[in-house]
């Protein structure tokens, strides 16, 4: 069966400063991953998705992530955050040609100035 | 502009009551799903349809049932509403089953 985790229920960061949140996954197959935000009240937006091939891939707003089979992880990173990116961030992951999309817990970004 | 509509937004429900969320998406999508979220969790799938007249179970599926009219509806239906039902209930839509796109939830309270 497949599941996310997202170890770091929160995350404080300056402003300006790098981030890293981190996503672990497990899959029996390569699977599909994703990372979505969700601002308060709001919905959940794309940020990225990775099916295969490069293991960087580029977001919205300036956000990357990797795809690391050997950690089984796709953590997603920003070189420099700005107090709008303050929001919860989940990971996703899907097997390939499966509707079902499971999510991680979640992580909130407060990023402070 | 395509979107994924909910309504209501919000509801206050008595337990043992009725209760229908309703979703419309113009997005041309063939798959549409129910996630409920809770305080501190992520996303929990209820249920998910791929064509009209059929859907299916999901993760968490006991106490809800789901309706697909047609390819831009999708109902989620608590007949008999509980205070554990008391969540932000997520519709989305999905061209092939991968990327989601979705609503701006419908917060439901069950008293």
């Known amino acids: 069966a497949q599941s996310v985790t997202q170890p770091d229920a929160r995350v404080t960061v300056s402003e300006g400063a790098s981030l890293q949140l981190r996503c672990k996954y497990s899959?029996?197959?390569?699977?599909?991953l994703f990372w979505y935000v969700q601002y308060p009240r709001q919905g959940l937006q794309l940020l990225l998705k990775?099916?295969?091939?490069?293991?960087v891939v580029q977001g919205v707003n300036g956000f990357e992530a990797e795809f690391s089979k050997s950690n089984s992880s796709f953590h997603l990173r920003k070189a420099s955050v700005h107090w709008s990116d303050s929001a919860v961030y989940f990971c996703?992951?899907?097997?390939?040609?499966?509707?079902?999309?499971?999510f991680g817990e979640g992580t909130k970004l407060t990023v402070s100035s | 502009e395509a979107a994924v509509t909910q309504s209501p937004r919000s509801k206050v429900a008595v337990t043992g009551g009725k209760v229908t969320l309703s979703c419309h998406q113009t997005?041309?999508?063939?798959?549409m799903y129910w996630y409920r979220q809770d305080t501190g969790h992520g996303l929990r799938l209820i249920h998910y349809?791929?064509?009209?007249?059929?859907?299916e179970k999901g993760d968490i599926p006991d106490g809800y049932k789901a309706s697909r009219p047609s390819q831009e509806n999708f109902s989620l239906i608590l007949e008999l509403a509980s205070l554990s039902q008391t969540a932000v209930y997520f519709c989305?839509?999905?061209?092939?089953?991968?990327?989601?796109?979705f609503g701006e939830g419908s917060r439901l309270i069950v008293v």
């Open positions: 989305a839509s999905s061209l092939s089953g991968n990327t989601l796109y």
């Open positions: 899959s029996s197959v390569t699977p599909y």
């Open positions: 990775y099916y295969s091939g490069d293991p």
């Open positions: 996703a992951v899907t097997q390939g040609g499966s509707a079902k999309l499971i």
């Open positions: 997005n041309n999508h063939d798959y």
């Open positions: 349809s791929y064509v009209a007249d059929s859907t």
